[in-house]
């Protein structure tokens, strides 16, 4: 389906907790811009702790020989202003791991002269990864931040333990017994496909802020259990709650084979949280982990 088709469905529909208009007409940029792109997979990003009625809008994409699709994501911050900057990911979740035969994949994302400079220690990450049966899944390049002296990095690990281990063993400098004790919360919430592990990589240490993400379970009942700790713990504010549930439960729209949230990513800095977001998905497919891992 193209991207054209996908804002053209989204801006249709009401989910005034979560989206203002405003942000559904500043939609139109994007779709006037990237609209003839083709994409099975589609996120709009929101913080749900935040009373900004915004998203952040992201489309996967196959670009060239590369066996690896990529994501473009798209911040409210710049395309409302008219700006169509963006960050650059590679999706290697189904695919070989980098450096190696995705080198130049990678090089086409974050560019030759910060590879040069980023090369070994994401050599270095791989290893560490490698040796606890992980991997990086998605690489991203988001100089549009004026991040251009790191890659966001993003993995996956299998339990709640693995992942304080993981971040333990990525030497982060700041007190990580919020993020233990938070994610001891989610855990009854989180469905079978595991954590996510997001940070920035520099040369010499990884960022102060990390994001931990969970996927939650699907039946709609699990939602509402979901959506009813997550505002009781002010991680979500009660409107854009409602339109969480609200989204989770709605027949899906003519041409879409999923509507769902796809997963719910809580981001720590300095001892603080700093956000609660959910990334909700749309997409004309149904993909495999999907079926191998949904429901309860």
């Given amino acids: 389906m193209k991207v054209s088709k996908y804002l053209e469905i989204f801006r249709a529909l009401s989910y005034p907790g979560l989206f203002s208009g405003e942000c559904l007409n500043a939609l139109k940029f994007i779709?006037?811009?990237?609209?003839?792109?083709?994409?099975?997979?589609?996120?709009?990003?929101?913080?749900?702790?935040?009373?900004?009625?915004?998203?952040?809008?992201?489309?996967?994409?196959?670009?060239?020989?590369?066996?690896?699709?990529?994501?473009?994501?798209?911040?409210?911050?710049?395309?409302?202003?008219?700006?169509?900057?963006?960050?650059?990911?590679?999706?290697?979740?189904?695919?070989?791991?980098?450096?190696?035969?995705?080198?130049?994949?990678?090089?086409?994302?974050?560019?030759?002269?910060?590879?040069?400079?980023?090369?070994?220690?994401?050599?270095?990450?791989?290893?560490?990864?490698?040796?606890?049966?992980?991997?990086?899944?998605?690489?991203?390049?988001?100089?549009?931040?004026?991040?251009?002296e790191s890659v966001r990095i993003e993995t996956r690990v299998r339990t709640f333990r693995k992942l304080i281990e993981f971040i333990q063993g990525l030497s982060y400098s700041r007190d990580i017994s919020l993020v233990e004790e938070t994610m001891s919360k989610i855990e009854p919430y989180a469905g079978g496909r595991a954590y996510l592990l997001s940070f920035d990589l520099f040369a010499d240490r990884i960022s102060d802020r990390i994001g931990a993400a969970f996927f939650p379970f699907t039946s709609l009942n699990d939602i509402q259990d979901l959506v009813n700790f997550l505002t009781e713990n002010k991680f979500c504010l009660y409107e854009k709650g409602q339109d969480l549930l609200k989204w989770s439960g709605d027949p899906l729209p003519e041409g879409m084979l999923q509507q769902r949230i796809n997963f719910i990513k809580i981001q720590f800095e300095k001892n603080n949280i700093v956000s609660v977001k959910a990334y909700l998905m749309q997409s004309d497919e149904i993909p495999l982990d999907f079926l191998l891992y949904a429901g309860r």
């Avoid at 066996?67 to 700006?83: I, M, T, V």
């Fill in 31 to 148: 779709q006037d811009n990237y609209g003839k792109a083709e994409s099975h997979h589609v996120i709009y990003e929101v913080n749900l702790n935040d009373p900004a009625r915004t998203l952040d809008f992201s489309y996967k994409f196959y670009e060239g020989s590369s066996p690896c699709p990529y994501w473009y994501e798209f911040d409210y911050g710049f395309y409302s202003k008219g700006n169509l900057s963006h960050g650059y990911f590679i999706d290697q979740a189904g695919s070989a791991p980098l450096p190696g035969e995705n080198e130049e994949a990678v090089i086409r994302v974050i560019g030759r002269e910060k590879f040069e400079i980023l090369g070994q220690p994401l050599k270095n990450l791989e290893k560490f990864l490698a040796d606890r049966g992980s991997r990086v899944l998605y690489l991203g390049n988001l100089d549009h931040r004026t991040y251009s």
